[in-house]
């Protein structure tokens, strides 16, 4: 069992409250911290065996490469090859770091080749989160990654959660309250002068078009597609099972709501045979009342927050499909949202979630 560390009400971190989990990375162990993100299982990146524990414990294939965590600049030169870094590589670190965004550049050869799946790049964050920054900083090495759940389930984002999953296979945990994001970082790779997103975030393509050269920003195809497990992708995270409830999950979206709203309920009515049939939904606050009267006795709702807050939304989804699991139901539906801005993220994890079982409504009224 790791210790847990209590910085939940704590409002100045100093570097005694983190000595020992400092001096734990150091010594190659595996520490549960906070990122605005999600919660991170990291270790040190330049030790080889340390980071294997992080494969150990999550049960992470070995062909998905982890994000290493700086606090400085001077540590991205320690791991990556600066003199092939070009100006849109630049402008975008110096535009969202510290912040949920993630690089993908040459790799240095001391970082070794489990940290990155055997590639010659590596995705690089500077976490804006004073407690990930101080951990860093103070063990003096970049920190390798994943997000804190085992592989396969959707991140770690509220501390029981993770807790449940992986206390027993790390040697410290840092509570310091629910994620504030929710969802991981965007990820990108620039190609030529053009940014690619391997996967949205917070970061949104309209934040990166202000800064890309001519506004030359792409999602790649990937981040709405299913690919096959032997598939070569550009990021390699896409093509594992990712997110999903142990229950058929289906999404529904419109930009219409009552349309969202009727064609949630007809699917809720067409699965329930009798008193003792569940269906679970995923939904809006302001649309509990509608989705749960025809079948009160049939549907569980749980709210992901209010139609009009993404940002609720995103700190939610993932707490919320983890719930799906604690319910036993013969169905899970999930209202989706608007792909823009942090809408794109949301729906790309609930689309996985879902295994791709996406219906989306035209809204025009022919
Ligand atoms: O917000 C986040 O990014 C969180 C926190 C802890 O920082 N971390 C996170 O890590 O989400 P993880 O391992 O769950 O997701 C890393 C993603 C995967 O989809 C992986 O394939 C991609 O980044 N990735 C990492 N290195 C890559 C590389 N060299 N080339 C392409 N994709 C890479
Ligand atoms: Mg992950």
Not at 214 to 222: C, L, P, R
Not at 289 to 314: A, M, P, R, V, Y
Request: hydrophobic share 35%; net charge negative; glycine share 6%.
């Amino acid at each position: 069992m790791g210790k847990i560390i209590d910085l939940k009400d704590k409002l100045d971190i100093n570097k005694n409250d983190l000595k020992e989990v400092t001096d734990c990375i150091r010594n190659g162990g595996v520490v549960i911290f906070p990122t605005e993100t999600v919660y991170g299982i990291g270790a040190n990146a330049l030790n080889k065996e340390a980071v294997d524990k992080i494969f150990i414990a999550k049960g992470r294939p070995q062909d998905n490469p982890l994000i290493v965590h700086i606090s400085d600049y001077s540590m991205l030169e320690d791991i990556v090859k600066i003199d092939k870094i070009n100006s849109t590589e630049k402008s975008l670190m110096e535009a969202f770091w510290p912040g949920p965004f993630t690089i993908i550049l040459p790799k240095k050869d001391i970082l070794p080749d489990n940290v990155t799946a055997g590639l010659n790049t590596v995705g690089v964050r500077m976490p804006d989160n004073n407690i990930a920054l101080e951990i860093i900083e103070a063990a003096g090495v970049p920190i390798a990654a994943p997000s804190a759940n085992v592989s396969g389930k959707p991140s770690g984002t509220r501390i029981q959660d993770i807790l449940d999953e992986l206390s027993d296979k790390v040697d410290y945990i840092i509570d310091s309250g629910n994620s504030s994001i929710g969802i991981e970082s965007t990820v990108v790779k620039v190609v030529g002068n053009k940014v690619k997103i391997l996967r949205p975030g917070k970061v949104s393509k309209q934040d990166i078009e202000k800064v890309a050269e001519n506004g030359n920003v792409e999602i790649d195809q990937k981040v709405f597609e299913k690919s096959s497990i032997d598939e070569k992708v550009e990021s390699p995270g896409m093509k594992h099972r990712h997110y999903a409830p142990k229950c058929n999950c289906i999404l529904v979206y419109s930009n219409d709501e009552s349309k969202m709203i009727d064609r949630i309920n007809n699917i809720s009515v067409e699965n329930v045979d009798n008193d003792a049939d569940k269906i679970c939904i995923l939904g809006f606050l302001e649309h509990e009342i509608k989705l749960t009267e025809k079948l009160s006795q049939n549907i569980i709702f749980i709210n992901l927050g209010s139609i009009d807050e993404l940002n609720q939304i995103s700190k939610n989804i993932f707490s919320a499909l983890r719930q799906v699991d604690k319910l036993n139901c013969k169905l899970c539906i999930i209202e989706g949202v608007k792909k823009e801005g942090i809408g794109l993220g949301i729906m790309n994890r609930l689309i996985r979630a879902c295994e791709y079982n996406y219906i989306e409504i035209d809204d025009t009224n022919k």
